[in-house]
């Protein structure tokens, strides 16, 4: 009987589609620039491509003043384009302008 509950369990987990994000970290690089709207703040770092939810287009990274920790995120990212500074990101889906490019949703900035 205990054989016949684990073979069921087995094929329940078989046959369930579970939601998987394809987010992702980057490679690093410096912002080149900065494009800020009234919707969105978008950022270009030419050296990083990644595109872990294939957003129409990876030019750019964006955040939204609906994301969580906007402020932080926006501070965080003048900051190290006026300082010049080496930047990564994590990105889970896609945003910025008509929601094409990659969504930054963490920054790591280095010396």
């Not at 970290?25 to 709207?37: L, P, Q, R």
């Not at 990564?88 to 280095?110: D, T």
Request: charge should be positive; charged fraction near 10%; hydrophobic fraction near 40%.
């Amino acid at each position: 009987m205990m054989k016949f509950k684990f073979c069921v369990l087995i094929l329940v987990l078989c046959f369930i589609s579970l939601h998987a994000d394809a987010s992702g970290g980057t490679g690093s690089g410096v912002i080149e620039n900065i494009y800020v709207n009234n919707g969105w703040t978008m950022v270009h770092v030419p050296t990083i491509t990644n595109n872990p939810d294939n957003c129409p287009s990876a030019s750019y990274f964006a955040i939204r003043p609906t994301d969580a920790n906007y402020i932080t995120l926006h501070s965080t990212l003048l900051a190290a384009f006026m300082a010049e500074k080496t930047v990564r990101f994590w990105l889970s889906g896609c945003g910025g302008q008509n929601n094409n490019h990659p969504k930054i949703v963490s920054v790591w900035m280095y010396k």
